[in-house]
């Protein structure tokens, strides 16, 4: 692969709690995950991006980092991550990790440490007296401890927030990040990336926090060919520009296209302006349908709002299944013809809907108990995957995973994707081989076209065509590579992708 593999490379977001389970206990794991590697091999993946796999209490399924130098024991060992990493070079797979700068857990030794000593607080942010923010998970962001001061913490309150003005707290991530690169992680995925300086007004955005990328950037060069990605959720393209300046992030993730309706002049909209934030700055675009954090597409694309917003999850808003199925294989069709990288987030592949029905009392995600219930949170995009079989687990491992999957995902094992040339594995198989042949890294020309279809055509030659109308629409000449859906007397069906070749 090329010097600078990650400009359109396709990235594969393993969640590893709920990917595959290899030694039975209901909850995934490295073992597990090295059993599928041949699996995400044949799915066309160039990289891996794992979410936070170090020793955590999982008090925000792993977000909340209690040692950022070992593995979580119930995940593996830091000897298997090792032999991990090297199973998937073996195969030509890069691996990404996820670093969670902003905040750690109360179960880390400094944390500890500050609570027994009131002189071994500057690595946090303790106050005397808290302000008004609320976290970013409901309720205040502030929790006090015995003596009286208050800790702050922009999530949950066993994720207190690291002090960034504290030389320590920098020397101390440059390290971790060598530890990692040493072991050759080809990359990292930067939590919260936006949320680590604070004054004491404000928390998002804040200047400084341009210089700790730089020097990140700095010692990622120390190596080659490695990849900061930054979680970067802001409101101003200007300022989320701003972290992909040569000397600062490689990308980021594109959350404008991620939370976009299911309309033909939004996703218009928000494609150009993707790419003419990323052009000045050189670096290439992302294209993110969902990952762990958001209702799957299937389902929020057959809802009247097919748009995403944080917090605007609800119980029970109706959804039609076979709509937003069909919508999710053409976006899908649509997100990997675009050019830049891609992220494709475990289960995506399969089609799995959000699983809206868990049992209250099983749903672990604090968005839920914070927002005292009127929030479900995302245990719904978690659900341990459905490998193969007639009833759950469905081949994940062991009897009971640790969130139950529904009954109905028989049909949507992985088993039986492989089985069914119509299925949207197959379609995810065949689309991300084509990909790699005449997509990834480039530019785009947008061609005329109906109302309510959206046509380009790529720098290698792919047309790519989506209709998002009402009725049948004509595609220009050329040889069909791939389609969403059956083509009805050579006509593009509503909700459908093609891509052609001239
Ligand atoms: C973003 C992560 O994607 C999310 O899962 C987590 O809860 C927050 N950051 C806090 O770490």
Redesign the pocket.
């Known amino acids: 692969m090329s010097h600078t593999w990650w400009r359109g490379a396709a990235i594969y977001q393993v969640y590893l709690r709920s990917f595959a389970d290899g030694n039975g206990d209901g909850v995934g794991d490295l073992a597990g995950l090295r059993s599928r590697l041949p699996y995400l091999k044949d799915l066309g993946v160039d990289a891996i991006w794992l979410?936070p796999w170090y020793p955590s209490p999982m008090a925000?399924?792993g977000?909340?980092v209690a040692d950022y130098r070992d593995i979580e024991p119930v995940f593996g060992t830091l000897g298997e991550a090792e032999r991990f990493i090297a199973e998937a070079h073996e195969l030509d797979i890069k691996v990404i990790i996820?670093v969670?700068p902003?905040?750690s857990s109360t179960a880390s030794d400094w944390f500890k440490e500050a609570l027994a000593n009131p002189a071994a607080r500057d690595r946090f942010w303790f106050r005397d007296e808290p302000n008004d923010w609320q976290s970013?998970?409901g309720g205040p962001a502030w929790t006090q401890v015995p003596d009286g001061q208050w800790y702050l913490h922009?999530?949950?309150p066993e994720?207190p927030d690291f002090n960034w003005d504290n030389p320590e707290v920098h020397r101390e991530f440059e390290d971790v990040l060598r530890f990692w690169l040493d072991r050759g992680v080809d990359g990292v995925r930067i939590?919260?990336a936006a949320l680590l300086i604070k004054s004491d007004t404000a928390y998002e955005d804040l200047d400084p926090v341009h210089d700790v990328y730089r020097r990140w950037r700095q010692v990622a060069e120390e190596y080659d060919d490695r990849v900061l990605i930054g979680?970067v959720w802001l409101p101003d393209q200007e300022r989320f520009a701003r972290y992909l300046r040569p000397d600062e992030l490689h990308t980021a993730f594109n959350f404008d296209f991620l939370s976009c309706p299911w309309d033909p002049d939004e996703l218009r909209r928000v494609i150009d302006l993707t790419l003419t934030t990323h052009a000045p700055v050189g670096a290439p675009p992302t294209w993110v349908l969902s990952?762990?954090?958001v209702t799957r597409p299937v389902t929020r694309y057959g809802r009247s709002d097919t748009s995403f917003a944080h917090g605007g999850a609800l119980h029970g808003v109706p959804s039609d299944p076979e709509l937003g199925y069909r919508r999710a294989r053409a976006a899908a069709l649509l997100a990997m013809a675009l050019p830049g990288g891609l992220y494709v987030y475990q289960g995506e592949e399969l089609g799995l809907p959000e699983v809206e029905d868990l049992p209250d009392e099983l749903r672990q995600?604090?968005?839920y108990a914070r927002s005292g219930g009127t929030n479900p949170g995302?245990d719904g995009c978690r659900v341990p995957l459905p490998w193969s079989g007639d009833e759950p687990p469905f081949g994940f491992g062991g009897s009971r995973p640790w969130l139950p999957q529904p009954e109905s995902w028989r049909k949507l094992t992985a088993e039986a994707q492989l089985a069914d040339l119509d299925s949207m594995l197959a379609l995810y198989r065949t689309g991300l081989r084509l990909r790699r042949e005449h997509l990834g890294d480039g530019t785009l020309r947008w061609l005329p076209s109906g109302d309510r279809v959206l046509a380009f055509t790529r720098d290698t030659g792919v047309t790519c065509v989506t209709n998002l109308g009402p009725g049948p629409a004509p595609l220009p000449d050329g040889t069909v590579l791939l389609a969403s859906g059956r083509l009805e007397d050579g006509a593009l069906p509503p909700d459908t992708t093609a891509w052609l070749l001239p």
């Open positions: 979410n925000d399924g977000y909340d996820d969670v902003n905040h970013i998970f922009l999530f949950a994720q939590d919260s979680e990952n762990h954090d995600d604090p968005m995302r």
